[in-house]
Structures are given as C-alpha cells and as structure tokens.
C-alpha cells in the first residue's frame, strides 16, 4: 500500500489501554498514529476511578504478571505526580484475605492483613498506585508525541480499514470490540461514581459485595473524592440514577460519617469493556499484515495496562509462527 512503513502501526482506540500500547511501540522505534474515535477525557478511562488492583479480570494465570508490570511502572511514575497523575496512597480492601488472592499478591510491597484499628472487617492493608486519569491520560499523550506518535480523532468502522492504512495494527477499541471485530462476548459493566468535596480523607478504602452489583469505595484524588460505586452487567446507560448516588453516598459514610455532609460536585458513568477474559493474541491477515487484539479488560485496564502493552508489542515484534 502506498505510503506505509514497515515501521508503521496504528493503535485503535485512545483509552488507557490504547494510549499506553501506543507509547510502548512508539519508544520501540516504531512510527505510531492513534485512532481515537473522542478524546481521551471523554473515554470510559477517563471516568475510572484509578486505583491500582487486579479485580474481576481473567485469565489469572497471566493477569499477575501484567499487573506486577504495570505496579513497577507506577511506582517511578509515582515520584512526579503532578506531571503523571500517579501517587502512592494507603488504603484498605475490606471483606478480602491473602488467601483469596492469586501468587501475584506475595510480590506486592508491603500487603498485608489490616488491623482491628485500620478496618473493623477482615481486610488488607496497601500502599498502592492511585492514580488521576484525565491527569495521566493527558501525561500519556504527550509521552507518545515526545516518542514521535501520534493522535488522530477517528473512528474505525472496520479493523479492514486500518490494515489497508498501516501493515500493523492493534486494536485496543474496548467496547467498541462488540461490532468492530465483532465480538459479542465483550459487554459493558455500568459503573456510576459521585465526586464531592473530600472533607478530609488521606485513605482509601474498598469493600465488594459478591452477592450483589453494588459495591462501596472512596478515593482520595486531587481536589475531589470519587465515591463508588456500582457494577450493573449489561446496562448501557450513560445516565446519572439520582437514587443510586444517594445510596452511594450512603453506604460511603456508613465507613465515614463525614461524607455524608460533603458537598456534591459531580456524577459520572462509566461502562467497563467486559470480557468472560482479555483477549490479548496476533492474528495474521495475510500479505504481510498484522492484527494484535489487546482488549477486554473491564474495570482494570490501569491495572494491566504496562503489563498488556508490552505483550502486545512482543506479539507485533516476534517472528510469525510457520
């Protein structure tokens, strides 16, 4: 095709996922354009809450060692935040044990199970990556226009258009796999978060209901706290529920009372690109063309985004298969 490199890729989709697969290969030398159907502050990613954990994501074999990759990559990040959007911040998981968690969990700094005084419940203590997404989407950009990539606001209507544009090609389109590759088994996962005033709180905390969509968080980030959540398979809604943010804030100061007068600043949804597992393989296309699929992560695409951006460039850079 005319005017494409052996070098050129283009990563669709301008979420986390997308955004950060991209500055791996650009920083790898390869020429990198971006299809980002909105900006970046406009995505499902942007919503997120950013805290660092592998929760509801398979395959677990590989799942760890995506997540201990990108934990490693936080943590530097972390010593500039203003820049990244990356702190480590103390917190706890309640309703969770060791024991519940994979390998992974015995290369994380510090867990451990929480005291009587730090959660009433049984729970984990951390000091995990928390981290300020349109902060560090915004970071991400310019990390991939510093490596020479490259950002067009584009939207893919078929996976047969970009490899006619480029011989590479890595579709990180989130939910927007349902109809680009297609595939069906990709669904949202509605979550809906309250942001107020933080009255105070240096810590977050954490408790899922296993019998229920409904789960209760608050993360400290900067000039707000973000108050969670809900879980809602299949709802494609992108509408505020009044009723469910007050049930938000409520179960939120049941943990803390203060947060029961703090000022509302905002509601925001958010529908996680679900996946019964990530779906993270090379497909050859034939006459020299490449599809790596790197989507699928629900809500833990931060949490596995250095981890799945290095395995997919290893896909793009490794020899095909006889």
Not at 58 to 84: F, I, M, N
Not at 178 to 207: C, K
Not at 238 to 265: F, H, K, M, Q, Y
Request: glycine share 12%; charged share 20%; aromatic share 4%.
């Amino acid at each position: 095709m005319g005017g494409t490199s052996s070098t050129e890729v283009i990563v669709v989709g301008g979420g986390v996922i997308g955004l950060t697969t991209a500055v791996e290969l650009a920083e790898r030398g390869r020429r990198v354009r971006v299809w980002a159907r909105e900006a970046a502050e406009h995505t499902t990613s942007a919503v997120a809450g950013g805290l660092w954990w592998p929760y509801r994501i398979e395959p677990e074999a590989q799942v760890g060692d995506w997540s201990l990759r990108s934990l490693a990559v936080y943590e530097k990040l972390a010593a500039d935040p203003e820049r990244t959007g990356v702190r480590m911040v103390d917190g706890v998981h309640a309703r969770t044990g060791l024991d519940g968690l994979g390998p992974w969990a015995a290369r994380v700094p510090g867990l451990r199970a929480a005291t009587a005084a730090e959660c009433p419940e049984p729970g984990l203590w951390a000091r995990l990556p928390l981290i300020d997404m349109p902060t560090h989407l915004a970071w991400l950009r310019g990390r991939l226009r510093a490596a020479g990539g490259v950002v067009e606001q584009r939207t893919a209507h078929s996976l047969d258009e970009a490899l006619g544009e480029a011989p590479d090609v890595v579709n990180c389109s989130g939910l927007g796999a349902r109809s680009l590759v297609p595939d069906d088994t990709v669904r949202p996962v509605r979550g809906q978060l309250v942001l107020v005033e933080n009255p105070g709180l240096r810590t977050w905390f954490t408790a899922a209901d296993q019998a229920s969509s409904a789960t209760t968080y608050f993360l400290p980030q900067p000039g707000r706290l973000v108050l969670g959540g809900t879980a809602d398979d299949g709802d494609w809604s992108l509408e505020p529920d009044p009723a469910v943010a007050r049930a938000i804030v409520e179960r939120c100061a049941r943990v803390r009372p203060e947060i029961a007068s703090a000022r509302v600043l905002g509601h925001r949804v958010g529908l996680r690109p679900a996946r019964p597992s990530v779906r993270l393989e090379r497909e050859l296309r034939g006459a020299g063309r490449t599809l790596i699929h790197n989507y699928g992560h629900g809500g833990a695409g931060v949490t596995v985004a250095w981890g799945c951006a290095r395995s997919a460039a290893n896909l793009l850079d490794s020899p095909p298969h006889p």
